[in-house]
């Protein structure tokens, strides 16, 4: 059975110098944070690639944000179905028990599961196809996705436009469960999408009407 091994020391470096100075700048908000509880007003579903950094993104602080990270930022359809799903009990625990106020979906420009979803859906990625394949099975989700893009003839553009069905899709999917519609429905939560491109910094707003997305 393999062992964990110690942290590389690249790591320990940086911990001892956040110890320092972030945290003993901030020691009474840290410890405030411990003993009261985390009550974020917002929950944020994105993508696990480490270019997307979304506090820095967002200006946020240590209890701004409850962070979620999956490949390609997908929230699947409710499915009760007694089985473990982690984003689903993220986003539960988000709404039902921290109660947050606005839940937003976060894609980005150059995503690697998007375009891994894109290859399995056009039958050139035999590894993805397999029933085996953990991130196939879960960029399954994307597919209606991806039928919606197949009439664009451009490669790069129909890239693109598959990563803001990512988002869309995970939106719509929130929208079918329960929880949510009742906490909508009680303007208790607010939804939104988001996309973020990497190279130029800039980050779009996906419309009202679920599609199509604008500049913040």
């Known amino acids: ?14 911990y001892h110098g956040w110890r320092a100075t972030t945290y003993v700048e901030n020691k009474s908000w840290f410890r405030r944070l411990a003993k009261d509880g985390q009550r974020p007003p917002m929950m944020v579903i994105a993508c696990c690639d480490s270019r ?3 506090t820095t993104v967002f200006g946020a602080q240590s209890g701004d944000i409850f962070l979620h ?3 390609a930022n997908l929230v699947p359809p409710y499915a009760p179905d007694g089985d473990p799903h982690g984003t689903s009990a993220a986003v539960e625990y988000a709404v039902r028990v ?7 979906v976060m894609g980005h420009s150059d995503c690697g599961g998007v375009q891994g979803c894109h290859d399995m859906c056009a039958g050139t990625s035999e590894e993805l196809q ?13 597919r209606p996705g991806y039928e919606r893009v197949t009439h664009i003839e451009d490669p790069q553009e ?3 436009a598959l990563e803001k069905e990512a988002i869309a899709t995970s939106i719509d999917n929130l929208s079918g ?3 949510i519609t009742e906490a909508i429905e009680n303007e208790d939560l607010q939804l939104h999408g988001v996309f973020f491109n990497i190279s130029e910094g800039e980050l779009e707003v996906l419309a009202e009407t679920g599609r199509g997305f604008a500049p913040v």
């Open 1 to 14: 059975m393999p062992l964990a091994r110690p942290l590389p020391s690249f790591l320990v470096n940086r």
């Open 130 to 142: 397999q029933p085996t394949s953990f991130i196939g099975r879960w960029l399954e989700i994307l």
């Open 69 to 71: 990270r999956n490949i």
């Open 158 to 160: 129909r890239l693109r």
């Open 177 to 179: 469960f329960p929880f």
């Open 52 to 54: 997307v950094n979304v």
């Open 98 to 104: 921290l109660k947050v106020s606005h839940l937003i």
